[in-house]
């Protein structure tokens, strides 16, 4: 991966939760820096909009350390999904119309 | 202390327009989860939701009169008129200012907040002067306070996705300690405008297909709007003119996390749980049903399981719990109010709604959650639990009539 995307994501999440950017390396878990749930889709929607992604519900549960938070952006970039919340983030299935119904 | 009893009963959300339709959908486990009919779908990631279905406001209101309310007001108003007329009550001059209306609603007029701030901000640059009427969350209690002439304490609860049992429980306490001699208690939201919508899908916590209560794979909650409404009233003054008593509300309890802004505790809600039950003077081996908060997200159903297990020790292994947002989605503030409605409907019925779209036990959320078929069940005493985001919990005890 490019150092300078790493470098990106890590200053971003310095920035969004105020922690200098030197206590951060890619192997902290947000749980060790003392991160909650609300800080991670926080720090999700700092990353969206710097990189001007979208990342699906699915890959932000799998998000719990800095090193997921830049392959998950790095792979969104290189999907190159957009990130105006259009229905190519989600699979025809879920949309499809019997979808929600009782089975 | 006197006994409170439900006289009336009144609902509209996605599984039909009156208490009758909607306990028709909820035993036979009918989900009226469906594609969202919003014009902004393609802007979603979400897919599906419990809309309120066919819902035409001029077959209710006089046009001019229409476009003076909004969506979450009128459902307020509709559920109240089917509640009163089948109470029967009639507001006498003695009786009117002796009446509360107490009303739970989270999102208030924000459809038509939406829609203003729409024109203001990118297009007219004006907004409508009954905007604020309009929007206002008690707007749905003051109609209702005009329509029927009551005069009374009346009011409106805001306290997220615990809105109108907050709303009712505190009702029925100004019923039972003699404050007032009736009350009309519930709650209504309409949910369905984009910006909250998508405020909704930023928390990421709705399901991508549907609602699986307690189910292994669970993927979140589905967005529901309606509005119920009870009419509460002394026991005794309900029996001295004759009229059928439904069922009793019996208990009430409320506790504050203290904790998380989102995340639920288990203390808490254990904690109003047993507030209600001691309130009702009962023991938790009396209680027989519990229609559970059961949001279908990953944290809300195991922490709910956790407190249920606290408080009924080895009793939880008798009850029976379902999650009735599998049916009617989550209506926010007017979920405890359709979930009251469920449980009266079941104590009187005999009947459990089910926890439907149920695929796989979760072994972290091992109760009998009633998986997609109703069970029969003569029950005695039931709870009804709403948790908000925020940490404000609220639980209802009923008793059948």
Redesign the interface.
């Known amino acids: 991966m490019p150092d300078n995307l790493s470098e990106r994501v890590l200053s971003i999440i310095a920035s969004t939760q105020r922690v200098p950017r030197e206590k951060l390396t890619l192997d902290s878990s947000f749980a060790e820096l003392g991160f909650?749930?609300?800080d991670a889709?926080n720090i999700l929607?700092a990353l969206e909009s710097e990189f001007n992604i979208?990342i699906?519900?699915h890959a932000?549960?799998a998000i719990s350390n800095v090193r997921d938070a830049v392959n998950g952006v790095e792979q969104l970039l290189r999907e190159q999904v957009p990130a105006?919340?259009?229905?190519s983030?989600?699979p025809p299935s879920?949309?499809a119309?019997e979808?929600?119904?009782?089975? | 202390m006197r006994r409170v009893a439900i006289t009336g009963l009144g609902a509209i959300c996605a599984l039909g327009h009156n208490t009758r339709e909607m306990w028709e959908a909820l035993r036979s486990?009918?989900?009226g989860?469906?594609?969202l009919q919003l014009a902004q779908r393609?802007?979603?990631?979400?897919?599906?939701g419990a809309e309120v279905r066919g819902y035409e406001e001029a077959r209710h209101f006089d046009p001019v009169r229409a476009g003076f309310i909004d969506r979450f007001a009128q459902f307020a108003l509709l559920s109240a008129r089917e509640a009163i007329t089948q109470s029967g009550i009639q507001f006498t001059p003695g009786l009117s200012g002796r009446t509360a209306v107490v009303t739970g609603s989270s999102l208030g007029g924000k459809q038509t907040e939406d829609a203003q701030f729409l024109e203001l901000y990118g297009k007219q640059g004006r907004v409508h002067p009954l905007t604020i009427p309009k929007a206002m969350a008690n707007a749905g209690a003051s109609l209702i306070c005009m329509e029927f002439g009551v005069t009374g304490p009346s009011y409106t609860v805001a306290t997220a996705c615990s809105s109108s049992n907050h709303a009712i429980g505190l009702a029925f306490w100004m019923v039972r300690n003699g404050m007032v001699e009736a009350a009309i208690a519930g709650g209504s939201e309409a949910t369905f405008s984009l910006g909250t919508l998508?405020a909704w899908?930023?928390?990421?916590v709705v399901s991508?297909?549907?609602c699986r209560p307690f189910s292994r794979d669970r993927?979140?909650m589905?967005l529901g709007e309606g509005a119920a409404m009870l009419v509460l009233e002394p026991l005794e003054a309900a029996r001295a003119r004759g009229a059928a008593v439904l069922a009793e509300v019996v208990g009430f309890g409320m506790s504050s996390d203290a904790g998380?802004?989102?995340?639920p505790s288990v203390e808490g809600p254990a904690q109003a749980m047993r507030s209600a039950l001691q309130d009702a003077c009962i023991a938790p081996e009396s209680i027989g049903y519990i229609n559970a908060h059961g949001t279908g997200t990953?944290i809300n159903d195991p922490v709910e399981t956790r407190a249920i297990r606290q408080v009924f020790g080895a009793h939880a292994d008798r009850l029976a719990v379902s999650s009735t947002k599998?049916?009617h989605g989550h209506a926010l503030g007017a979920a405890g109010a359709l979930e009251a409605v469920a449980t009266v409907m079941a104590l009187r019925e005999a009947v459990l709604p089910p926890t439907?779209?149920f695929t796989a036990p979760d072994p972290q959320c091992d109760l009998d959650v009633v998986p997609?078929e109703a069970q029969a069940a003569q029950v005695e005493y039931a709870l009804s639990n709403s948790f908000a985001f925020g940490g404000l919990n609220a639980v209802l005890a009923f008793r059948r009539g």
């Not at chain 2, 393609?42 to 599906?48: C, G, I």
Request: aromatic share 4%; net charge positive.
């Open positions: 909650d749930s609300l889709m929607f979208s699906p519900d932000a549960r105006d919340g259009s229905s983030t989600s879920n949309s119309p979808a929600g119904r009782t089975t | 486990g009918r989900s989860i469906a594609p393609s802007q979603l990631r979400f897919q599906n998508r899908e930023a928390m990421r991508p297909d549907t993927k979140g589905i998380h802004l989102t995340n990953p599998s049916m439907a779209n997609n």
